[in-house]
């Protein structure tokens, strides 16, 4: 029954998208006769150099001065362009000429019936001490749309060719070649019509470009003009580059920043200005940048006078750290720490060197603008304050006060959570208790208790059958997995080490530790793991940051396990499952590593990368090698060591995340992600920990494939069993297109590449180990689909749909499966948040 749901969801999931894309044969349904609809725009440069040699001029921009553009188009097609024309609207304005008729019909009869109430009401009224309220009647909203003009509201109607906006472009594009310097060029356009389709020809012919001959300054502030000249080495304006305005603009701001930087608080780019001499011959032009004084208005008079821009040095620094913007008190209580003033009205409840340390403004400094939105910035990845303001005040003697106010979150607070849950495909539930303290020590540490429990639906390794070979089931509940288990962490805002050690400010550090406890059972076995470790994080620059774990330890422990699940690993064909399935320690050492040069409210293209390493039991087992520590006699292939009679893992470990993000408007963006990973069992354990194995497919990578069913290889189990196939190596490789539908709609079109593979040849496992040679190309698995994602800014709630299109697990020369029943082998996905 559930199969045949599934089945049909998927069928109209794709006849949907089918009757969508097929409306858009005829996108010149709502177009006139005498109209052409806007087909496309193109940009031809006669030149052919122009954009080739000149990388400041970007066909894009250009486009970006265009007043008309064509329909939007999602992949090949006019999407909102065929949604539109999918609805009548002289049938939509007839249905609801109707409606709206019916509406004023049952109004009607609601305000008479209301105010026949309302008269028995006041009759009751005068016999009543409490007195009835006049009902007021529930009319219909004639302004609600229909669901035809629901759905014309989230296409667009067809572009009409205007030709006065096409000559509006023309100018606009001319003036923009100017501004880039190319004085003399012409701009001409034309329309070509087929089948009542306009192609727009915007042709350029440009000229040879002004370039810069000289540059001067003229600043009769002597100091002002000290520190500009000092700084000429970064100026953007160049002798024999492009005369360019946007540079000249930058320039500006540039400067301001520079001298606001030293100590000019009143200084803004309105003080600055240009004067170009472009009268010489050999296209070059002579710039001069001006720097006006400081104007100040005459006390009782309409006139101005200049003076010389003043520099401010800071003065006195005060602090409230209980600031509320409501009731604004007044502090009762000063304390002075490092020449900094900390006020108080109800208390000091942080230290105050936790506050300075955050600080980049100080006492007796030069004013820096900058300084203002590092120590904003710092203030606020403490994470303990809701409202922070930093302001200063002129004390008219070229001073400033700066007056720091702040406001703390709630330091305790306690949070109950219910979740609905998919960990690699597996469904669940979840549910957690936890304790939040911000300001545990006074030093903005946050003290977090937890206490996490779940049910989930899991594969089971083995079967429980009946004399007449049926399956048992022992629960009338579908859920057959239990978690529970607490979580404490400390987090410290610094570094804790017993050495000292000087950071930049700017790093933002902290210490975190780390204890949990986790007790999972399942139908075949139950396991505990305990994990204690501690590390730090740091932030090198902006685009940079690092995290190093020097500890970390996890105890695994298979607690018990049914007789059927022991069987089965002993004669599965896969020898090393007694290995993965069975107690053990692990003592990492981590470091990771992750740059990122995504801008926030900037819709341009970034990189992201994560690299992490890890290492496992090695300075265990050479500490045991040095001591002749053997801890338990083991069997001389084993060759192990333990403690406490479990075994420890040694290993290492690397993978890296690539990830390419190009935004191509606001709706439509093309993300690329190539994934890698090796592990590498040493001597003391012969096989990566489970937990640290490689897995493939799953919502999160190769998605048509359920989560730890894909690999490892071209190996194909014939038993089918349900244990978790995992590998030693894995590489993935996604490409996927995203775009907007209607507001929080969005969609996705993907193809994953990948698989995993074991490190040596296993006579059990054919095709399953790593060869650098075609097997293990011809080993990847590909998949693709569609996804719909529900987007509501603060998470994002995800569905997609992936098939196989080649399959490695299948026999050579039938691996493509384009057509395998596709409906059937489709995979779907539930998800929260993006993939990647």
Known sequence: MQKTSTKHSISIFFSVLLLFFASGCNTLKKVKKDEQLLLKNKIIDRSASLFELNPDVEPTEIEGYIKQKPNRKVLVFRFYLNVYNLINEDRTKRKKYKRDLRYDKINTERIKKAQIENQKREVQNTKRKKKLPPKNPKLKDKDKLTWREWVMSIGEPPVIYDSSLKERSTEQIKMFLKNKGYFNSTVKDSVSVKKRKATVYYIISPSKPYKINSITYSIDDDLLAYYVFGDTANTLIKKGKNYDVDVFQNERERITKYLRNNGYYYFTKDYIYYRIDSSLKNNTVNIELGIKKQAIKIEGQDSVKEKNHDRYYINQIFITTDYNPKLKKTPSDTILFNDYYFLTSSGFAYKPKVITDALFISPGALYQSNNGELSYKRLSEMRAFKFINIQYIDNGDKTLDCVILLAPILKQSFTIEGDGTNTGGNLGTSGSFSYQNRNVFKGAEIFEIKIKGGLEIQKTLTENKDENNNIISESVIPFNTLEFGPEVNLTIPRFLVPFKLRVSKNANPKTIFKSSYNYQQRPDYTRSSLLLSYGYNWRETQFKRHAFYPIEVNLIKLVNSSDEFQEFIQNSSDPLLVYRYSDHFLT?????????????????????????????????????????????????????????????????????????????????????RMYAGVGKPLHNLRELPLEKSFFGGGPNGMRAWKARTLGPGSFFDPSQTNFDKVGDNQFEANLEYRFNIIKVLNAAAFIDAGNIWIRKPDPNRPGADFKFNFSTLDAIAIGAGLGIRLDFSFFIIRFDAAVPIKDPALEQGSRWTFNKQPLKRTNLNFGIGYPF
């Open 588 to 672: 990492d050492t981590r470091y990771n590593f992750i740059f990122t040069n995504q801008t926030l409210n900037k819709k341009k293209g970034f990189v992201f990368f994560r690299a992490n390493l890890e290492s496992s039991g090695n300075i265990l087992r050479g500490i045991y090698n040095l001591s002749n520590a053997w801890i338990t006699p083991m069997p001389k292939e084993e060759n192990s060591y333990t403690i406490g009679g479990v075994r420890f893992a040694q290993y290492l470990r690397a993978d890296f995340d690539f990830r390419k993000y190009f935004i191509l408007d606001e709706s439509n963006s093309i993300v690329c």
